[in-house]
C-alpha cells in the first residue's frame, strides 16, 4: 500500500505532497496549498499583479518586496554564482523574445514568425539590500525565477511540514521533489523526461535533500520557423544546444538538485565532469536515449 | 625708574611657568586617555552589536548583497546519502514541468 498522498494543481503543474503518516496529510497539504499560493503571487512571471512583474516593471529602480520574493532572489543570485552564470534569473526578456512571454498552455499555440534573441543582462547587475527589504534589477531587464522558485517553495514545503507534523514528507512541485525526513529505505522516485506521460525511466530512493530534472523534450514550441525549448543559455539568449535531453541531480535541497541539472543542460558536453567534481548523484540523458551517470547515481537494472 | 625686581620673584615666576606647563602635559594626557577610552567603548558597543544583526556583520548578513563585485557562494552541495536503486511504487521527477 502507498503512501498517504494528496495533489492539486498550481502555478500551472501538477503538485504533490506525500507523508508517511495519515494523521498528517491534511495538515501537510495545507501547508502546500498555502506555500505554493504564495509564491504565485510572488514569485510568478505570468501575473501582472505578482510582486515580481511589479520588481520588473520597475527595472532601475529600487524596490520594496516581501520576504518571500527578497529570498527567492536571493536564492537565485547564489545559484547563478555557484553555476558560474549558467542559470541566471535574468534572462526574463530572454525568454519573452523568443516567445515563452505568457502561461506555457498559451504560448503552444502560437507560432510567431520572427525570432529574436536577447542574451540575459547579467545577474551580477542585480542588487539586493536585505535590511531594507529592497531589490533593484538592471533598467530593462526583467528576472525569471521559475528554475529556481518552484525548487525553493517544495524546499520550504517539506521543512515546513516536517517541523509541523513530526511526519516524513516528500514534496513534489512539478516533479522538483524535496524531502523533509524519509521511512525506511527512502522515498522513491521515478526519473521521466515529463511527469504527465510517463516515459520509461529508473526509480530511485532518496532519503534527503532534494531531486530534480531539466529536460528540453517538453515545453517546446515554434518560433521562426525553428523549434525552441525552455531551458536558454544566458550568454546568447538561444535555447541551449541539445547535449543532453534530460539531466536528473540529487542534492542536499532541491534548489540545488534543480540548478545542478539546469545548468547541466546549458554546459553540454562538460557536465558530467563538472557534477562529478561536486560530489553529485546524476543521470543524464542524451537526444539518442543514452545514458550517462555520474559515479553517486545508482546504476540500472537491465 | 622702575626697581628692579629681585631675584626671589623670578624664580617664583619660573616656578609657576613650569607648574602650568606640567598642569597642561597632564591634562592633555588625561584628555588622550578620557578619548580613548570613549573610542574603546564606542567600538566595544558596535562589535557586540556585530553579534546580532547589525554592526560589522551588516556587510555580510544584513547589509547590501552588490552582486556586481565580489559575491559568490560555496557552491552546489550533494545530499547526505547517494540515491539507490529502488522498486517500490514511485512519484516522478520529470523535466520542463
Redesign the interface.
Known amino acids: 500500500m502507498g503512501a498517504p498522498s494528496a495533489s492539486f494543481q498550481g502555478i500551472g503543474v501538477t503538485n504533490r505532497i506525500v507523508v508517511d503518516s495519515a494523521g498528517a496529510l491534511g495538515e501537510a497539504l495545507e501547508i502546500a496549498r498555502e506555500e505554493v499560493d504564495a509564491l504565485d503571487r510572488a514569485c510568478s512571471r505570468f501575473r501582472d499583479d505578482s510582486e515580481l512583474a511589479a520588481l520588473n516593471r520597475a527595472s532601475g529602480s529600487d524596490v520594496q518586496v516581501g520576504p518571500l520574493l527578497l529570498a527567492v532572489v536571493e536564492a537565485a543570485l547564489r545559484v547563478a554564482s555557484a553555476t558560474r552564470g549558467l542559470v541566471d534569473p535574468t534572462v526574463g526578456p530572454a525568454l519573452g523574445a523568443l516567445g515563452y512571454d505568457r502561461d506555457f498552455r498559451l504560448v503552444a499555440g502560437t507560432t510567431p514568425s520572427t525570432l529574436r534573441l536577447v542574451p540575459a543582462a547579467g545577474w551580477r547587475r542585480v542588487h539586493v539590500d536585505r535590511r531594507r527589504g529592497t531589490v533593484r534589477i538592471p533598467a530593462g531587464a526583467a528576472l525569471d525565477l521559475g528554475a529556481t522558485a518552484k525548487a525553493f517553495s517544495a524546499d520550504r514545503i517539506a521543512a515546513r511540514v516536517r517541523a509541523a507534523t513530526g511526519a516524513n514528507v516528500l514534496a513534489s512541485l512539478g516533479g522538483d521533489v524535496a524531502v523533509g525526513g524519509a521511512p525506511h529505505g527512502g522515498w522513491p522516485v521515478a526519473v521521466t523526461d515529463d511527469h504527465r506521460r510517463l516515459s520509461p525511466g529508473p526509480t530511485v530512493a532518496i532519503a534527503d535533500g532534494g531531486l530534480a530534472t531539466s529536460s528540453t523534450a517538453v515545453r517546446r514550441w515554434r518560433a521562426g520557423g525553428l523549434e525552441l525549448h525552455h531551458i536558454v543559455d544566458p550568454a546568447t539568449g538561444r535555447p541551449a544546444e541539445e547535449h543532453w535531453r534530460t539531466v536528473t541531480v540529487a542534492a542536499s535541497t532541491c534548489v540545488d538538485a534543480n540548478a545542478a541539472a539546469t545548468a547541466a543542460i546549458v554546459m553540454g558536453a562538460a557536465a558530467p565532469e563538472w557534477l562529478e567534481g561536486m560530489g553529485l548523484a546524476a543521470r543524464l540523458v542524451r537526444p539518442d536515449g543514452s545514458v550517462a551517470r555520474t559515479s553517486g547515481w545508482p546504476a540500472e537494472a537491465s | 625708574m622702575a626697581p628692579a625686581r629681585p631675584p626671589a620673584s623670578r624664580e617664583l615666576q619660573r616656578r609657576r611657568i613650569a607648574l602650568v606647563t606640567r598642569g597642561l602635559a597632564v591634562a592633555s594626557v588625561v584628555a588622550t586617555a578620557i578619548f580613548g577610552i570613549a573610542a574603546a567603548h564606542t567600538g566595544k558597543v558596535s562589535s557586540g552589536a556585530s553579534s546580532g544583526d547589525t554592526g560589522a556583520t ?1 556587510s555580510e ?8 563585485d565580489d ?27
Open positions: 551588516e548578513d544584513g547589509g547590501v548583497l552588490s552582486s556586481d559575491f559568490s557562494s560555496p557552491g552546489l552541495t550533494p545530499s547526505q546519502s547517494a540515491p539507490s536503486q529502488s522498486f517500490a511504487p514511485p512519484v516522478t521527477s520529470s523535466g520542463g514541468s
